[in-house]
């Protein structure tokens, strides 16, 4: 259950280019190469994409900040300014002068499908459909920004990404042909049209290497020399922004026979942040789901999943054998959540808001093991917690170590029951989650 908590949490939080991959049959052949996110959630708490995401670990960027790092690095990207008013949306589109595209600026793959890719032939048609675009809700994430780009013609759109690969702890290479339309449909439908290449980080993507993945997406020379260099500069912004993703997808290449990157798509490792300021600040708070702000905030690690139980707990371990104890009693998780080992009743506090502002959790299950920190603490926390907000949902309490029996007082005087055995509480977590 680990695993497949950490696995969903990664499909989530990956993205709609590639976080199917993960979970898709035919698509094994690339789990290895998704499995470095994964794994994550275990360490920190993993993060990224649709809604699933946490404090630590990954941090997306917008289409445009990518876009920027890869123009830094020499790519060919076309240029393009953001706007949060259909008004700035036309200015920039009278500027650009011509036919633009106006992009919904959102931590979410699909958004073509979704209508938040729209070309615009003037700057009155680019205002009309910044001001549908902006406030559009995709993937449960809404849109303040649009980004105004001039409107490239497409001759084929072809896709590049490269990935952290745990399992052979290397960055892979990932490029297809098939490239605009979503990468994991290529991977059930056409595996053979994806090529991956495992890079030794201590040489880098070597020249041939590039030349190599290019020449899969291209049989013109010209192209291929273009794709080269686009593939190695790629794989060199990955290397210096310290991300677990970068990706293009469409690569395009014009009438004009020119290669060009109109998508980008990049998620930094937060391990990473500390010694890149510069990234750091690119962090877009307003546009993260809200539990996971407040989480992050609140220096806690939290995944949302599927299920219905809400869990309370303190350690990465621990919580992972809380959620695989609910499952192996028939219920579902409905988040990753550590506390950590900090004796901090705010922290608590902050804790059950986060998981109650999530409508599915019909019970909530704390699982405690007193070691630094004190059950006494956490059981004040518990009981502050419910001062200040109004629970309406059965909260099932275990506490074990140190202090637990004034822990278990405390609570007692407050009115909740609390018991020693991990079990118990989570056979009677998993028991009123199906009740209620
Ligand atoms: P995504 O859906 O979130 O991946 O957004 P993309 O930036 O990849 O855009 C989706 C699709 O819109 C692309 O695959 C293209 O087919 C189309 N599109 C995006 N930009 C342009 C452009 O400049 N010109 C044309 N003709 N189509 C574009
Ligand atoms: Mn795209």
């Not at 869990?311 to 579902?332: S, W």
Request: glycine residues 10%.
């Amino acid at each position: 259950m680990a695993r497949e908590a950490a696995r969903r949490a990664n499909e989530r939080g990956a993205g709609a280019d590639q976080g199917a991959l993960a979970g898709s049959k035919s698509g094994r052949y690339l789990d290895a190469a998704l499995a470095p996110a994964r794994c994550a959630v275990v360490r920190a708490g993993d993060g990224g994409g649709q809604r699933i995401r946490t404090r630590t670990d990954a941090m997306n960027l917008h289409e445009y900040q990518a876009r920027a790092l890869f123009r830094a690095a020499g790519m060919p990207v076309p240029p393009g300014e953001v706007a949060a008013t259909p008004e700035e949306a036309e200015r920039i589109a009278a500027k650009l002068d011509g036919k633009v595209v106006v992009k919904a600026q959102v931590h979410a793959g699909g958004r073509g499908k979704a209508g938040g890719v729209k070309l615009a032939a003037t700057p009155a048609e680019a205002r009309d459909h910044a001001s549908r675009i902006l406030g559009m809700q995709i993937r449960g994430l809404t849109v303040r920004k649009v980004l105004v780009t001039p409107a490239e013609e497409i001759a084929s759109e072809a896709y590049a990404g490269v990935l952290v690969d745990r399992a052979s702890q290397r960055p892979v290479m990932i490029v297809s042909a098939a490239g605009g339309i979503d990468i994991e449909e290529v991977a059930h439908t056409r595996p053979e049209a994806i090529r991956r290449l495992y890079v030794d980080p201590r040489y880098g993507l070597l020249p041939h290497q590039a030349y190599w993945l290019a020449d899969t997406l291209y049989s013109d020379e010209r192209l291929i020399t273009q794709a080269t260099d686009i593939l190695s500069k790629l794989y060199g912004v990955f290397v210096s922004s310290g991300a677990s993703l970068a990706e293009i997808n469409p690569l395009i290449v014009t009438p004009a026979g020119q290669v060009k990157a109109i998508d980008a798509k990049v998620t930094l490792d937060d391990n990473e942040l500390f010694r890149k300021p510069e990234l750091a600040k690119l962090r877009d708070v307003e546009a993260e789901p809200e539990a996971e702000r407040r989480a992050r905030e609140a220096a806690l690690s939290y995944v949302k999943l599927d299920g219905n139980v809400g869990c309370c707990v303190n350690g990465a371990g621990l919580a992972m054998a809380t959620m695989d104890l609910i499952k192996f009693y028939g219920g579902d998780p409905a988040n990753f959540l550590d506390i950590g080992g900090s004796s901090n009743p705010d922290k608590v506090v902050a804790a059950l808001e986060i998981i109650t502002s999530d409508p599915h959790v019909k019970v909530i299950l704390f699982n405690i093991f007193g070691g630094i920190t004190r059950c006494d603490d956490v059981a004040n926390g518990i009981v502050e917690a419910t001062r200040r907000i109004r629970l309406e949902r059965p909260m099932v309490i275990r506490l074990t170590g140190t202090n637990e029996q004034q822990a278990i007082e405390i609570l007692e005087k407050a009115g909740f029951s609390a018991g020693r055995s991990m079990d118990a509480a989570v056979q009677k977590a998993v028991e009123l989650a199906k009740a209620g």
